[in-house]
């Protein structure tokens, strides 16, 4: 247990699975930042917090500095408004700012703040989108805040040489995410359909096999990989 994980949205889907895989190995300590928890392992501490609210970072407690590795992963996010821009509430459009973008650099803030002066290897890994990388009809807010958090991850990598920064396109993962996708119809989402034959055709990526490569990332990192890459690049 000489490793320590912080990773937000541990409740549900890849970030549920990368806590847990990460406890199997017996390497990490995880601390999960997520409004509700599940897990129970004695290696694991969840810490309740909404990503939602602005302040929400406030709270952490600091992070001790024995451990030989720190990792930071913003995996938290949300995909809703589904909708034309000229029709979504300024209410909603404040929430996937705050949650997918906000919070993501408030604490990779926070993160390099505590671990700054501490001798170790540091990561720092934003779960981003290929929605971030190419428009999606009716998806302007996730993607606008996806591009934003690869632009984050490359300005950190600038300004913090010591730090192993990643903005990682995950691919079509089968969570609770991608129902919330297929749930649509096409009037409300006009792509609707590629979503539904990629889970017809059993395209979906298991949750646990993206978060095996993504601990094998974080545990063999290479300078000759770019910050902004997909799961296909692991
Ligand atoms: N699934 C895909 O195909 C796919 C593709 C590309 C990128 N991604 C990205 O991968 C990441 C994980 O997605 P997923 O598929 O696992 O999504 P998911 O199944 O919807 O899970 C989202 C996670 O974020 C947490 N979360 C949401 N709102 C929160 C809040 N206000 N405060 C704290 N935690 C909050 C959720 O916890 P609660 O239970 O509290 O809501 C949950 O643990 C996201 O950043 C997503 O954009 C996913």
Redesign the pocket.
């Known amino acids: 247990m000489n490793h320590l994980a912080v990773i937000?949205?541990?409740?549900?889907?890849?970030?549920?699975?990368l806590a847990k895989h990460m406890l199997s190995t017996g390497r990490y300590m995880v601390w999960g930042?997520?409004?509700?928890n599940e897990i129970e392992h004695p290696n694991f501490h969840f810490h309740q917090?909404?990503?939602?609210?602005s302040d929400?970072v406030d709270s952490l407690p600091d992070i001790p500095t024995h451990f030989h590795s720190y990792t930071l992963i913003?995996?938290?996010?949300?995909?809703q408004p589904i909708a034309p821009a000229h029709r979504i509430q300024p209410t909603e459009l404040q929430?996937i700012y705050?949650?997918?973008i906000l919070?993501a650099h408030l604490l990779s803030a926070w993160f390099i703040r505590q671990t700054l002066p501490v001798t170790a290897s540091k990561h720092i890994l934003h779960?981003?989108?290929?929605?971030g990388r190419y428009p999606v009809t009716h998806w302007s807010a996730?993607c606008a805040t996806?591009a934003a958090l690869d632009m984050l991850s490359q300005c950190l990598a600038l300004e913090y040489p010591q730090y192993r920064v990643y903005a990682l396109?995950?691919?079509?993962?089968?969570?609770?995410?991608?129902s919330?996708?297929r749930s649509h119809t096409p009037d409300t989402f006009p792509e609707v359909q590629r979503f539904k034959s990629a889970k017809e055709l059993n395209q979906?990526?298991d949750?646990l096999m993206v978060s095996n490569k993504i601990i094998h990332l974080i545990e063999n990192s290479t300078t000759s990989l770019p910050v902004k890459i997909s799961i296909k690049d692991l």
């Not at 937000?8 to 699975?17: F, I, V």
């Open positions: 937000t949205g541990t409740h549900r889907g890849l970030g549920h699975a930042i997520s409004r509700y917090t909404d990503l939602s609210s929400a913003h995996n938290a996010g949300i995909l929430r705050q949650i997918n919070s779960i981003s989108s290929g929605a996730y996806k396109a995950p691919g079509m993962v089968d969570t609770d995410m991608q919330f996708i979906l990526l949750p």
